[in-house]
């Protein structure tokens, strides 16, 4: 059972009238405080241009708990400790009057000058919040310092180097907390569970026994509302260059000496130094891309991506990426890592499946198939572990019939799932910065990137090229099928 450690802490959330902040963060801070993570003493700052007072915001706050209160404790206990100040990020009177406050909530509730500071706004005010935290004097206090930011964290490596350049000037790497809400999801980080913990596992986890490893990351939504964030990202951008490489570097790592931030990560990069880098013509072998057009899903017509608010009517912006990667390491030499990720599909799914080699002879008769031995574990949006395996079929003879094994996660006599943001919040308040992106990992992943992103900015694709409600391009089955593999469904 997790022992449940009190925080103590002044909480500052830039962009705090914004849709992450009340749904993600004031529930996730919420249920720390039902669980005994925060107390008595912790604050929370919310800061946004809007002229709000702090009766109003602590409105706010509670109605952004409606549908999770916990019995016995009363959301407007919570958000007492919450406090509002309308706030220019770009003038220095401003931080004047936030330092003010923050000294003055640190003494009322003996936070021992404890900062967590939580970027929740648009990427480019990083630099210039980072630098008035510095030159105010936000970071010179007794207690620690620390700095969560969202993705994106930069466009490219160019633009990701000037980012992190910016906040070195404020904040050590140990204090920069990357978020990738992916990482803190309760399958993702039982992977190294599954791995390390279980010899029969780990013994198989290598090119001997695996014939490849497919991560796909499904969505049935459109971009909706995000047209004008997606047209400067696309997929490959959005998903590709964090949440997938993160989850590959998980599976691809090498066993750490020690389940330690530092020896972690330092298995993390060298996973992804070894990814091989693809460039020019070699990006059409082991790429696809695709983009959504419009499409009837349960009877209801649905628009393309071109016909999405803030979207080019000509847009070139993939919104479905498959790729074929190659890990060149001595264990996982010759072994596809192939991913997929995209929106409009016939699913929501995140999963991960490992798919073992066959048996070298079928001794069950030349006319029976085997069914392949695959691991998958299920990430959202159910959470569990599946492993297809074969046996007899009941009666005479010697037919086979394959059979799933089966942990559900989320069953009702499993534990209660934490929210991802949750985790990583608690893990940040802790210092413990395991599954937060470190400045190695992500240039490493926009080098990577920057790579196939500079081929498809040159070429002109010819799109729409998969309908919505399909699960992609027909060229994203061909990429595995040339290799004599189908995507796992």
Known sequence: MTEVKEQVALITIFGGTGDLANRKLYPSLYHLF????????????????????????????VESLKGIEEEGFDPQDFASHFYYQSHDVTNRESYVQLKDLSDE?????????????YLAMAPNFFGTIA????????????????LIIEKPFGRDLASAQELNESLRQAFAENEIYRIDHYLGKEMIQNI??????????????????????QVTLSETLGVEDRGRYYEESGALRDMVQNHILQIVSLLAMEPPIKLTTQEIRHEKVRALRSLRVIE?????????????????????????YRQAENVDPDSNTETFVAAKLMIDNFRWSGVPFYIRTGKRLAKKATQIAIQFKSVPMNLFGGQQSLAGNVLVIHIQ???????????????????????NLNYAHSSPDGMNTPEAYEKLIQDCLNGDATYFSHWDEVSLSWN?????????????????????GTMGPKEADKLVAQDGFEWFE
């Open 192 to 213: 190294s569970v599954i791995r390390f913990a279980n010899s029969i596992i780990e013994s198989l986890w290598n090119n001997r026994y695996i014939d490849n490893v």
């Open 105 to 117: 909530l640190d003494k009322k509730y003996e936070l021992q000058g404890n900062r967590l500071f």
């Open 34 to 61: 039902t669980k005994g993570f925060l107390k008595e003493n912790f604050a929370v700052i919310g800061t946004a241009r809007r002229p709000w007072t702090n009766d109003f915001f602590r409105e706010k706050v």
């Open 280 to 304: 020019g013509e070699d990006v059409y072998k082991y790429f696809v891309r695709g983009q959504y057009g419009p499409g009837t899903v349960d009877g209801e017509q649905l628009e393309g």
């Open 448 to 468: 990577f990137v920057d790579k196939v992103a500079n081929v498809w900015s040159n070429t002109k694709e010819h799109f729409p090229n998969y309908t919505s």
């Open 381 to 403: 949006p159910d959470e569990g572990i599946t492993l297809h395996m074969n046996v007899k079929e009941p009666g005479q003879g010697m037919l086979t019939m394959p059979i």
């Open 131 to 146: 630098s008035r935290l510095k030159s105010e004097g936000f970071v010179d206090n007794d207690g620690f310092s620390r």
